[in-house]
């Protein structure tokens, strides 16, 4: 859980970054995963099935097959030139040759009576995966394409952004969410010969063995659904927790989207979730480390601030201060600058040896939380650090902060605070909103539509015409 929990984390760091840029786009049945690729392609790899294979090729997201095999156990390794030749694992036996100069050596588990025959592939570890795969001679060994049914790999994706546990009404917008998205980047990786990496460059996805009982349910529920505003395909970015209000995107990311604006985020139990709330220190000494390691050679760093929040209340520009200059950062770059100390652009700056008043804080479950000063009252003091003060709840004594050279940056917030904020969608949830009543209101002006390829299209008409003469 922790691993799951560590690499959703990475996920909306990483989302971040992205650009919000809008495209034409394609309903697909299959979707072209890379596995094993680049500096990770492997020399070779061994294929279990319990119903053996059928080997063929991959004509892009479509396998033809030309062989079938019920051996059990396989190993793909390099042939001469551009070809990959099929051993049975026992015998050495050569079961099948092909030359991936132009299409992929294809191979898809048999299908067996009764549920889904799945395939364990083994070349670092050993990891199932729903499909079939594509595999490919190159210079440094052969990669390794997993062509998966887009739900399918839907299934393998969810539980590694949102905990399965969470109300399934959450999950099913974060389902048309990675729908939305895994659309909205078919062929990112096309040079490499796939549509999406399984990292968090795109979407983190390992196969069946991430899958949870509550990955099912959302994915089925929402098939074929996806996310318009009029014809285009939303760009359904999302983060973990956002406070108050989310973020117009042209305050983070620049350029304006109708359905990336701020909407209250209400239902989001800010105060309660993982980082909902967070103050981080960070000294001159590291600022200035972290200033240079960045390319701004501004001598050593002696103040930051805030020169513009927006109306969400987040920072728009941020002046840092050095002994030989000063740099502005805007929008996203004023939680990424010094993303150690921010993990949100919601974040107000106190310390750097500038503060005109005491920072208190208040020792509670919670751990040391700072006080703004106009919600409590100083009795008294006792030397330099410490204050006894009393709020509208309790009189206490409040450890003073020195008037030191640390930077303290207090905010709320994980993440880019645009579209939706999980723990907002989870709250909704809770509260009776349904997967498509959270989906609008976090992307102002959508709606959910279904979907289909063109092929189940021209089977249905054929369904609809058999039906009519059937009719009569
Ligand atoms: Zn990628």
Not at 254 to 278: F, Q, R
Not at 354 to 371: D, I, R
Request: proline share 1%.
């Amino acid at each position: 859980m922790k691993k799951i929990l560590s690499i959703f984390l990475i996920l909306i760091l990483m989302i971040s970054t992205c650009s919000v840029a809008v495209s034409a786009w394609e309903m697909v049945d299959f979707m072209r995963i890379g596995i094993y690729y680049g500096t990770n392609a492997r020399a070779e790899y061994t294929l279990t099935s319990e119903t053996g294979f059928d080997l063929g090729y991959y004509d892009g997201r479509e396998f033809i097959s030309e062989v079938e095999t019920y051996d059990t156990q396989m190993r793909i390794v390099k042939g001469a030139g551009s070809y990959l030749s099929v051993l049975n694992l026992g015998t050495g036996e050569t079961l099948y040759s092909f030359d991936t100069v132009n299409y992929g050596l294809g191979v898809v588990p048999k299908e067996k009576d009764s549920g889904e025959q799945m395939m364990k592939i083994t070349a670092k570890a050993t990891t199932t995966y729903r499909g079939g795969f594509d595999f490919k001679s190159v210079s440094n060994g052969i990669t390794a394409v997993n062509v998966v049914e887009l739900d399918d790999y839907l299934y393998g994706v969810i539980s590694r952004e949102m905990s399965p546990s969470w109300p399934k009404e959450a999950l099913k917008a974060q389902a048309v969410c990675a729908r939305n998205f895994a659309l909205s980047k078919l062929g990112r990786h096309k040079d490499s010969g796939f549509d999406l990496c399984n990292t968090v460059c795109c979407q983190a996805y390992s196969g069946v063995d991430y899958e949870a009982a509550g990955s099912y349910a959302p994915v089925d529920e929402t098939s074929k659904e996806v996310l318009l505003y009029e014809d285009e395909l939303v760009q359904a970015v999302y983060s973990s927790s956002m406070g108050e209000c989310t973020e117009d995107v042209k305050n983070v990311w620049g350029s304006k989207v109708p359905y990336l604006v701020s909407v209250s985020n209400e239902y989001e139990d800010t105060a309660n979730v993982n980082n909902g709330i967070w103050e981080n220190t960070l000294s001159k000494a590291r600022a200035t480390e972290i200033m240079n390691s960045k390319g701004y050679n501004i001598g050593t760093v002696t103040d930051i601030t805030a020169l513009e929040y927006s109306e969400a209340g987040r920072v728009l520009r941020l002046e840092v201060k050095g002994t030989k200059g000063s740099e502005i950062f805007t929008k996203e770059r004023c939680r990424t600058i010094f993303a150690e100390a921010t993990l949100s652009q919601m974040y107000t700056i106190s310390g750097g040896g500038k503060v005109s008043y005491p920072v208190v804080y208040t020792l509670g479950a919670k751990g040391k939380q700072s006080v703004s000063l106009d919600k409590v009252y100083v009795l008294g003091a006792e030397g330099e650090t410490s204050f006894y003060a009393v709020s509208d709840k309790t009189t206490q004594k409040l450890e003073g902060a020195t008037m030191g050279d640390d930077f303290i940056f207090s905010g709320q917030g994980w993440g880019h605070g645009v579209g939706m904020s999980q723990y907002g969608a989870k709250g909704m949830a809770e509260a009776g909103f349904t997967y498509d009543e959270i989906l609008t209101h976090y992307y102002d002006g959508t709606h959910l539509e279904r979907f289909y390829t063109e092929e189940e299209e021209t089977t249905d008409e054929i369904e609809e015409v058999t039906d009519g003469l059937g009719d009569e």
